[in-house]
């Protein structure tokens, strides 16, 4: 629906003079309005608009009704009939509430004016009647009169949005319109601070105008009046600095001009003012800013003074001849406090200059021996500076506005960058020592064969004694000889071997044997000059090749099994491996070795060789042909019936061998007492017990080592009382899958006496004393 806008002026005594009445469509330009009136009680909705003209002092409060326009038609004629007739009808006075007012209450506001032929009432309802804020207006239903009774803060509501019944008699509706009480501001709000204190840390040697840091306020009152404008002031500054002053801009911004000083407050204290602009009254605010200064190197350290022996011995490190004392005008421990020295003059590098972290001082210290017969005295310069660059600023001019004349410096001291750095010149005298012999030279080498004969000459070694003061004489010795090899001469220091050397021997290091030599003078104190002998031991061919192990194990197989075997040599080429392997005995058919020629060789069993523990001789030759025999014993048992057979230790095969040592000296024994008990002119037979079989066993159950019985050397008949058992350790758990006897080999030929031939020597003088006239042994 399209609105049109209504205006009319009324005279009374809050409107100007005149009369006017205009209807103003879309595209119209508004036309002058001095008033404002309702067209009829029977125009319900309608907007009232108060509007200044250009030269006209406007009202406090604007009201604008508007009417629909077919509303405005149902008047009946033309527009301007139309409000002639119900001229004079509705008088509203602008209503305007200063906030805060203080009373007292009630008040009466306003008043509705009402031309009628009848009686009306009045209502009216929303903000501050029923609803919030409750309790602020009424209005006089017969009077009509509208009366304040409290305050009203500006910040909560900028107008009160109220709604005006008019009723007859009857009850009926008259009319009904809107009514905006319009909420005057006034300056009860200051300008309030974020924070009511900031904190910032700052250099002394920040150049003016730089940044320091930045507040904020902000106002409640109505925006943009005079009364939310504010701006910000320097209130105090505590200590007031002699040279520097502090400005904040209307940004916020707070920044200094001049110069700031340390020593003159290390924290400055600035109170800030926010001022608004009001016009019956100024409020304001306040915030403190902490502002701590880091202290600057404005001060150069000065050398106040030195203390120290000023001499050296020479030949010392470590000792302390002097100490510089510099002062420093700024704060302790600060970086613009802390020196750093530098030392010119030091050509040989033998001085070092550090700072004391807690006193500033130079600590002069000797890192490199100094020789007096080289130079006698030594002339340093030390100069000193801060850690931090120097800097200076002095306040020459101070404008009423703008940043102020300075002069300020800053970087390194000279040269161009301001004064020179304080220095001294100190001279460090040598005084003369007993110096060691020197030896010629510090690392001699020689070389000579090993096992050479005792005297043999190795090398000399000379020493002088660069002292012209002190005694020159000195002693040649052997400092360190791990093997004792060398003979020393005292006065020559020509070196002879003293024991024969060894190339394998552990003092004997990749073909080296290293000694220490030593001159000792015979001065006070005695001094000792060193020199390394590198003795490069030439290798020989002294040693014969062994087997790494001197037992092993084999297992019983159907066919040909075999062990590793592997040689050592220590000496070198051409003196070691490849070795020539080589059985010895009776081993055809029985042992054999693949290949013959290696570091590493298979022994091979053939399937003829039973059970037990086996005794191999090896002879085993070098490349030169140097050889020696090797022992080697050997297990030979099944090793799939029993699986720890693989495993067996060298203490096992040892206890094997030691048992059958011991058995056979116990039947050398019982043999001796035999000839001694039964020995006669006829040789008495020795009556075997073939029933009872000897068995070497370190375990609680016999022959459970090897589970394969040894061949019985008897007759059928013989044999006729013994049942084979089978035998298995106590706790095996593969003795109850063995459900069969193991295969017994009974030899179906005689006993062969010629086994007899490898026994020991004594039981042949045995057997020849009891031996039978016919008998051959």
Known sequence: MEDKLIVAVEKHSSCYDGIHLAIEKSNNKLQEERGFVVAGSDLI???LRLAPSANSTPPSVRHAFRLPLT???????????????????????????????????????????????????????????EEYPQGVL?????????????????????????????????????????????????????????????????????????????VLAYDEDKHESPNSTFHYEVESVSPNPPNAEFVVEQSGELSFRGCLEYEAGDTYTVLLVAKDHGEVVSLSSTTTALIHIQDG???????????????????????????????????????????????EGDKGGNFKIETDPDTNEGILTVVKPMDFEEIAERELLFSVENEIPYYSCVVKERPASGLWVVDS??????????????????????EDAN?????????????????????????????????????????????????GWLKVDPDTGIITIAKRPDRESPHVVDNIYTAVLHAVDSGEPRMTGTATLLLHVLDQNDNVPKLSVNHTVVCIGDGPTMTNLTALDPDNEPFGGPFTFELLGEVKGKWSVAPSYGHQVNLVKEPIVYSGVHMVEIQISDKQGASA??????????????????????????????????AIL???????????????????????????????????????????????????????????????DEGDDDADTLNELERINICDTGFDYRQLDNLDPRFKELAAICKPRNAQL
Request: charged fraction near 25%.
């Open 629 to 662: 025999v090797n022992l080697l014993t050997v297990t030979v048992c099944d090793c799939t019936a029993t699986p720890y057979c693989s495993r067996a230790s060298a203490a096992t095969v040892g206890f094997r061998a030691n048992s059958f040592v011991f």
């Open 297 to 343: 190197n404005n001060h150069l350290p000065v050398i106040s003074g030195q203390t120290g022996t000023y001499t050296v011995k020479e030949g010392e490190i470590g000792v302390v001849p002097l100490r510089l004392h510099v002062t420093d005008g700024d704060v302790e421990h600060t970086p613009a406090w802390k020196v750093k020295y530098t030392m």
């Open 409 to 430: 410096s800053r970087g390194k001291t000279s040269p161009g960058g301001g004064p020179e750095p304080d220095s001294v010149r100190v001279t460090i005298e040598v």
């Open 138 to 214: 009424t209005i006089d239903r017969v009077s009509g009169i509208i009366s304040v009774h409290k305050s009203v803060d500006y910040e909560d509501f900028k107008a009160l949005k109220l709604k005006l019944l008019a009723s007859k008699n009857d009850r009926s509706l008259d009319t009904q319109l809107g009514i905006e009480i319009t909420i005057l501001d006034i300056n009860d709000n200051p300008p309030r601070f974020q924070k009511d204190l900031y904190e910032v840390t700052v250099r002394e040697d920040i150049a003016q105008g730089a940044y320091v840091l930045n």
């Open 71 to 129: 509303s405005y038609a149902s008047l009946g004629g033309t527009s301007s009939e139309r409000l002639s007739r119900q001229r004079r009808s509705w008088i509203i006075d602008s209503f305007t509430l200063e906030e805060g007012y203080p009373g007292p209450f009630p008040y009466e506001l306003g008043k509705i004016k009402v031309e009628r032929a009848y009686d009306i009432t009045f209502e009216i309802f929303g903000h501050g009647v």
């Open 666 to 728: 116990v039947l050398l024994i019982t043999l001796m007492l035999a000839f001694f008990m039964t020995c006669k002119r006829d040789f008495l037979s020795l009556n075997m017990d073939l029933k009872s079989t000897l068995l070497s066993s370190n375990i609680e159950a016999p022959g459970t080592d090897c589970k394969r019985l040894a061949c019985v050397q008897a007759t059928e008949d013989a044999m006729e009382d013994y049942n084979p058992h089978l035998y298995a």
């Open 45 to 47: 909705g309608c907007w």
């Open 435 to 483: 110096d060691p012999p020197m030896f010629t030279t510090l690392v001699r080498e020689a070389a000579l064969e090993e096992n050479v004969r005792i005297g043999t000459y190795v090398e000399t070694v000379t020493a002088v004694d660069p002292d012209s003061s002190h005694a020159s004489d000195f002693v040649y010795k052997a400092g360190y000889d791990p093997g």
